[in-house]
Each structure stands twice: as structure tokens, then as C-alpha cells.
């Protein structure tokens, strides 16, 4: 089993509909959970961070935890072409120091 | 507040050669860590390093190697380098190890 899983996509999705990207791990003692956005060529960056059970928000971006079911998932609203992208799940795992893994990423594209 | 940089932007190399790679940490981050992400693939964890000591090490060979200054900066260096090195190299810093910010990478080509 890998330690961090996502569905490869690609997950298409039309302009203006509501994306879901799903993510789950292994670790049950994981605390910190993230997810990065990265356009092709570049690199990963920061759009959530999320460490209780629950929702956070943060504009037309929601993290969804359940630490009971090892799943973190993003919901983007009212998606847009511009957020056609790989979204990337990371989690940080107890192994004595800060080590954050990575899935492979899911990519999303926005039809117009 | 200057975000993270990293030299050079493109590298390419022939087998065998030997690379080293910069990455200057954000400004207040004390934590810099080390990322291979090839094509299709996520990042890899390489070793992060804290306050200058090496705080963890991914599965990388010995000829994968670092170090970090007193500034914070780091520096990763491959030796013997192979055509399945070639990737996008990523440097995060952070504050705790855990909330990273990446910079922009470096292109490793090895032919």
C-alpha cells in the first residue's frame, strides 16, 4: 500500500461546476495534512493546510478531513480554467523528524 | 519577504558527472528539505536539514549528498550522476518542517 494515494485523473470537470480530489494514507498517527496546486513545468505550491477533522475554508477551496477513515479531500467551487492544474496531497507522517510525503498527484482539467 | 530561490534554473550533465544545486531558504525559515519529483511522479523526500544538522534522509543513495550553511541556505550535490537522475529538483523551507514552500526548482538533465 502506498503511503499517500490519489487517483491519477485526469478528473474533467466543466467551467463553473464543483471539483472534488480525493486522497487517502496510510499512517494513522499522520497530524498534518496539505495540498499543493502545480501548473506543468512548475513548481508545487501551497493552496491549503488542514490538521483537525472537519472543513476549512479558504475561499472557493474547502479541505475536508477524516483522520477515522486515513481521507483528505479539496473541493474547489466554482471551478475556473485557470485552476486546470495537478493538485498534490501531502501529508506529514510521525517518523521522528518532519518528513512530508507526497502522492503522485491528480490532474484536473476545467472544460470552458 | 523574499520567497525561496534556487540556481541554476536548467543543468544538464553527462553521465558521470558530478552537480551541485542551490537553495536559499525564505526569510525566518530555519528548515530546508529536498525533493526529486520526476516526470508524472510526485516529489520524493531526498533529507531535509535543520539548523544545519541533517534531520532525516529519504531512500537516495550516498551519492546523494548536502549540507546547509549558517544562513540557512542549502546545498544538494549528486555525484556519478545517471541518465534516471534526471528530474525537477525541489528545495521547500519552512519554519517547522511541515508547512514548506517550495521554490521554483531546478531542471537536472542528464544525457
Redesign the interface.
Known amino acids: 500500500q502506498k503511503e ?1 494515494e490519489q487517483n491519477s485523473g485526469p478528473l474533467s470537470v466543466p467551467e463553473g461546476a464543483i471539483a472534488s480530489l480525493n486522497c487517502t494514507y496510510s499512517d494513522r498517527g499522520s497530524q ?1 495534512f ?1 495540498w ?1 496546486r502545480q501548473y506543468s513545468g ?5 493552496i491549503m ?1 488542514i490538521y483537525s477533522n472537519g472543513d476549512k475554508e479558504d475561499g472557493r477551496f474547502t479541505a475536508q478531513l477524516n483522520k477515522a477513515s486515513q481521507y483528505v479531500s479539496l473541493l474547489i467551487r466554482d471551478s475556473q480554467p485557470s485552476d486546470s492544474a495537478t493538485y ?1 496531497c501531502a501529508v ?1 507522517m510521525l ?11 491528480t490532474k484536473l482539467q476545467v472544460i470552458p | 519577504e523574499t520567497g525561496v530561490t534556487q540556481s541554476p534554473t536548467h543543468l544538464i550533465k553527462t553521465r558521470g558527472q558530478q552537480v551541485t544545486l542551490r537553495c536559499s531558504s525564505q526569510s525566518g525559515h530555519n ?1 530546508v ?1 529536498w ?1 526529486q519529483q520526476a516526470l ?6 531526498i533529507f ?1 536539514y ?1 539548523r544545519e544538522e541533517k ?2 534522509r ?1 531512500n537516495f543513495p550516498p551519492r546523494f549528498s548536502g549540507l546547509q550553511f549558517p544562513n540557512y541556505s542549502s546545498e544538494l550535490n549528486v555525484n556519478a550522476l545517471e541518465l534516471d537522475d534526471s528530474a ?1 529538483y ?1 528545495c521547500a523551507s ?1 519554519s ?10 531546478t531542471r537536472l538533465t542528464v544525457l
Open positions: 499517500v498534518s496539505f499543493y512548475k513548481s508545487p505550491e501551497l493546510s498534490l506529514n517518523t521522528g523528524y518532519q518528513k512530508v510525503t507526497f502522492g503522485t498527484g | 528548515t528539505s525533493y508524472g511522479q510526485g516529489p520524493q523526500f531535509q535543520y534531520n532525516g529519504g525537477l525541489l519552512s517547522d518542517g511541515t508547512l514548506q514552500f517550495f521554490g521554483p526548482g
